[in-house]
Every structure is written in C-alpha cells, then in structure tokens.
C-alpha cells in the first residue's frame, strides 16, 4: 500500500531519489519531533469502535503533534481537509480546513482568515476545540489520516459503515 501526503502526492515512493539537503532536513525534523531515544510520549492517538470500543488504529502522540484528517463531503463531493494539533491537555484543535467550494453544510466564514490559493479555500485559525472526533466511516467518504504527516490510517482499512471515535487519549505506560 502506497502512502500519500494530503495533496495526493507519495509521501516517498523513491527514497533513494532524494537530494543530500532532503536527506539532512529529513533526519532534522526526525530528531526534533522524535524526542530523547526512548522517550515515552504522553498520548496515544486511537481510532475506536463508537459502541464496543475496539480499537482500530493507534499511535503515540504528543501535545504539539499534528493531525490531518481528509475526508469527501458526502452531499457536494468534493474533498475536505482538516488540520488540527494536539493541545496541552490532549484535546484536538481544528486550526484550518481546505476544500475546493462551498455547498451545502459548508461554513462561509470559520476562523479568522480566509483566502483562495492554488484551487482551494483556506480558512485558517480557526481554534476550534473537539474531545473526540465521532463519524460514521465509509471506505469511500473517508480519505487519509497522517500524524505528523506519517500514514495513519484511512477510511478503507476501517469498517465501514461503523460509528467511529478519534481521540487522543493519556499513555498508561508514560511516567
């Protein structure tokens, strides 16, 4: 299964095609967002069944960390992006959301700025505070999920038509 970054692009389909400074800047932000070596992080991101709990996705997480969460608008269908980081105290922040048109259910003004670029609305600063994220997943409506821009999971590797739950919950095994 290939990964692919938010604008469909591979994340890195050839790694030995990159240059020297990609090569330098990669293991940068690596160190810089890895923490010590064997660092607990005090999160862990989980996607879980709504009723029975079980969990389909997981990662580690950190307050700072960031979330990309793209889905397909199921009246308008046309792409919708959601950025949010990890606060403090574990909650997800809606920072902006891109997609290529209004329609129905779509705001004409969330956030603090708003621009066109490259074919897309962006609404930025935003702000917006959420405990969990609740959707019932289709295998078609919902696209990719990237932690820290890493592949986390997508709409066809969960079940679909299932009431699902994202958040971010305390590390039991972190000091």
Known sequence: MSEYAPGGRPLCAFPFLLTTREVVLSLFLFLLFAGPAGAEKRF????RDWKTGEVYASA?????????????????????????????????V?????????????????????????GLIHME????RFEELVWLNSRTATRDL???WRYFTSGPEL?????????????????
């Open 44 to 47: 862990v991101l989980r996607v």
């Open 94 to 118: 809606l920072d902006a959301i891109t997609f290529p048109a209004f329609g129905a259910g779509i705001p004409e003004n969330k956030g603090k700025i708003s621009y066109v670029k490259d």
């Open 159 to 175: 079940p679909h038509h299932v009431r699902l739950r994202l958040a971010v919950e305390k590390n039991e095994t972190s000091p």
């Open 125 to 128: 600063d935003i702000g917006q």
């Open 146 to 148: 990237f932690l820290n």
């Open 60 to 92: 580690p997480a950190e307050a700072g960390d960031r979330l990309f969460f793209g889905w397909i608008h199921s009246l308008e269908k046309i792409p919708w992006n959601e950025y949010y980081h990890i606060s403090d105290d574990g909650a997800l």
